[in-house]
DNA sequence: GACAAGCTGACAGTCGGCTGAACGGCGCCG
DNA sequence: CGGCGCCGTTCAGCCGACTGTCAGCTTGTC
């Protein structure tokens, strides 16, 4: 899989850095959500599955661009799955997820053809730069560069200049940046954002979003977000 | 990742002195043992696989720098892992470690594309002194120099100026930089640096990469190396 | 004008990261 | 052999960035 990477086989294999499909695995409920929600928080689109059967299915069925798979399943190993679908020929990129005492795991899943591991209980961030790693390793090149009004925003390299001046953005700033970056042109609402900022459960009843919002534009000029009254924000032009 | 299609910022190839990232494919315990410690020692990072299987994985999966690949091993020849390798497009410099009666496989080895070989049993020393001579052949064909801000890093021969002056960097420390330079523009995680320092198993839990990171400050200046908060580290600009 | 929706400055708590200090191992040198 | 210095690692305490919240203000709408 991992073979010859310009081959013709790959040619029209591409990785966008935002807006994918990603196929996640994990019977744990806290973990899960987390992760789906910063996932999602990403832009991309997060189908999460709890049993390895319900995975297969899914992995069957649909062409997904990444998946993470945790390895402790209740009803099977996910390993199984993993080399079940490498012999079917499939290419997708796959993370592990192991518990930190599975060292033998880890090297069976590289093994098996997994792309990558992270070993719990790991940080959301690095489970991001790591689909950013193997999503490089996929894509030939050319990282995708949003060009909005002065700013450019480079979603791979979480990057923004600003009349080609980078700026400083903390993670929740970049994360909201990034929600209205991922479909430039689309409205959001706050609702959205407030979902991709936080877990499902972590019921938040204040005006975070606004604040953040209004953060950002102190950083990079009033009209990079326009205010759409009672509906949401979209990114400015 | 030994294979081909390198889609990114890696241009051409790369040889430092330190912080390499080895693959140790030998199934004696004792012999891995020694080699593993012995090299480790000398600030590399190794990652040592007992079985032909699992090397092949790690080869095709990590990014090695150099592999020691002993040709007798349980489950098939090792010869047969290198040719599949070379066959692949791996550059990866490989030195073939084979029992001293096995003068045929040494020949073939050679053949297959090793860039040498020792002869069991072999003194550390001298394992060191092959290792330096195949890194500087592969040095030999000039690397790019790393600009980044007031510092030029030329991976080549393991050195770093800053505003032309060089300095000194121990052992671990040309590791860390070395790490986030192969990638420049990248986010690397804490977890990615470690692992680039300790290889696979070896689990530390303290705050080491920090310390590194705020050495390297001190020598090559603030803004070295910047900090994205709760997601890793990056090159300064 | 009245009301709703959105904006923003301020603030305190928290968490991650930074760094000085100390310790032990190792090699080098006298 | 003993002393010395460098290096790697650990730890603890400090520090600052980031965050969520709120109050009071502005803007927009009817």
């Known amino acids: 899989m991992l073979a010859s990477g310009r081959g013709d086989a790959y040619c029209g294999y591409r990785f966008r850095e935002h807006g994918l ?29 709890q049993t390895l059967d319900d995975g297969r299915t899914a992995a069957r069925t649909v062409d997904y661009d990444l998946v993470l798979l945790d390895l402790r399943l209740p009803d099977g190993r996910g390993l199984a799955l993993l080399t079940e679908l490498r012999r ?24 098996s053809g997994a792309d990558d591991y992270l070993v ?8 991001g730069a790591r689909m950013l790693a193997v999503a490089r390793r996929y894509a030939a090149s050319s990282l995708p ?6 700013l450019s925003i480079r979603l791979a390299d979480r990057r923004v200049l600003r ?25 959001v609402s706050k609702g959205e954002i407030e979902e991709a900022l936080y877990a499902f459960g972590s019921e938040i009843e204040s005006n975070t979003v ?9 950083k990079l000029g ?16």
Chains 1, 2 share one sequence.
């Open 145 to 150: 560069v949003l060009e909005a009004g002065r």
């Open 88 to 111: 079917a020929g499939a290419v997708t990129p796959v993370i592990i997820l192991t518990a930190h005492d599975q060292i033998s795991d880890r090297i069976e899943g590289l093994n």
């Open 21 to 49: 499909r990603i196929l996640l695995i994990e019977d744990d409920a806290v973990l899960g959500e987390a992760v789906r929600d910063y996932v999602a928080g990403l832009g991309h689109a997060v189908d999460w599955m």
């Open 163 to 187: 009349d080609g001046e980078p700026v400083d953005l903390s993670g929740r700033e970049w994360a909201v940046l990034a929600r209205l970056a991922n479909r430039p042109d689309a409205i």
């Open 120 to 127: 719990k209980p790991f940080n959301l961030g690095e489970l």
């Open 210 to 218: 606004e604040v953040y919002v209004s953060r950002l534009r102190k």
């Open 222 to 237: 009033k009209d990079c977000v326009e205010t759409l009254r009672g509906i949401g924000y979209r990114l400015g032009r």
